[in-house]
């Protein structure tokens, strides 16, 4: 696997590439990104998988510095289920001094996470927008775990006419159903086991839809019922998949999602009901 840490260098691996898939991530790997490498490799001539703990979707109280990083770990984890390169560019490669321009999304990246991390969805945009510019895949991986961010890329790449198609990638979860997240990693065993609430809430949610319950206001307080023992629920949202704007009159479709601390952990989590992760373009 080749260990890219320049654009100039990234560049050079991408000319003798062909058909790429490529994956960008945060690192702290787990098993979740290791499924998304793993479903990238079976589609690609070759998968490029970036690691780059991006400074500018952290807002200024938010945890930028600690956030767990293992390079050696996560290099031998990428090598091991067949990426053809990691790019793993400096904080001064992605945002050269005097580095001034900004892709900044519409409504869509307005509400929830965006909502509640001012900034968040500006940071992520542009450089998702750059590392794709540099790597020119012809396929990106995205996780459903952040169905927002999956989303308002989608959209972009929508409206920017950008080449590139987007994959969405249902969430993996621990066989408890706790949702994988390099943040799980902040939580004490006593805190681990209290975030079981919020996949548990969610599932009580998609069970009710399941069973013919529509009214938004009803899913909602089914997942905050059980949530909120958890920790403090930021917000619990029972929103259109597509507009993630809020149902407020019985749909079809609906995603619901949320966000609560536990303990030091700020942790996000979601379910699609009435339409597959597929059907989402
Ligand atoms: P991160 O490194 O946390 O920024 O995540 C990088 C990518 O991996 C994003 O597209 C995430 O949605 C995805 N991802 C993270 N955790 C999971 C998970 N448990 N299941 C599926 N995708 C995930």
Redesign the pocket.
Known sequence: MEVCRTVAELRAWRRAAGDVGFF????ALHA??RD?VERAVRDSEAVCVSIFVNPTQFGPHEDYRTYPRDEEADLRLLAGVGAAAAFVPSVEEMHPPGDQTRVVPGTIASRLEGAARPGHFTGVATVVTKLFEIVRPTRAY?????FQ?LRVIQTIVRDLAMDVRIVP?A??RDGDGL????RNAYLSADERRRALCLSRGLFAARDAFAAGERDPARLRRIVEGIASEAGRLEYVSVADPMTLAELDAPAESAVISLACRVGRARLIDNVLLGMDLADLS
């Not at 960008?24 to 690192?27: A, H």
């Not at 995205?142 to 952040?146: L, P, S, T």
């Open positions: 960008p991530t945060m690192g979740g990104h998304l995205f996780g459903q775990k952040d961010q990638c969430t993996v949702a994988l997240s390099s």
